[in-house]
């Protein structure tokens, strides 16, 4: 989603900056100073939006390298509690009805 964002404001920061482009030019008339304002704010956007977008890659790829490893190590230990309780408590009795 972060990438999405990214390249979206990415393409409305190269849009804005041809407007100022074109304008500072004289080829079409307007304020190239706005249009270059937008530009810069859409351009911090899709900066911010793009190393969000690498910080949840990495987070990812931390946890597909991790994961595996810790469940090597640690997985078939002998666990010290019960993973599903049956026992007489709210649930089990609602579940039975």
Avoid: C
């Amino acid at each position: 989603m972060g990438l999405v964002i990214s390249l979206a404001t990415l393409g409305m920061a190269l849009w804005e900056g041809i407007q100022a482009l074109v304008i500072h030019t004289g080829l079409a008339r307007g304020n190239a100073k706005e249009h270059q304002t937008e530009a810069q704010k859409d351009l911090m956007l899709s900066g911010l939006a793009f190393m969000g977008a690498i910080a949840s890659f990495l987070r990812s790829a931390v946890s597909v390298i991790t994961r595996p490893i810790v469940t090597a190590l640690r997985g078939y230990e002998e666990q010290n509690k019960d993973r599903f309780i049956t026992g007489n408590n709210v649930i089990d009795r609602l579940a039975s009805l």
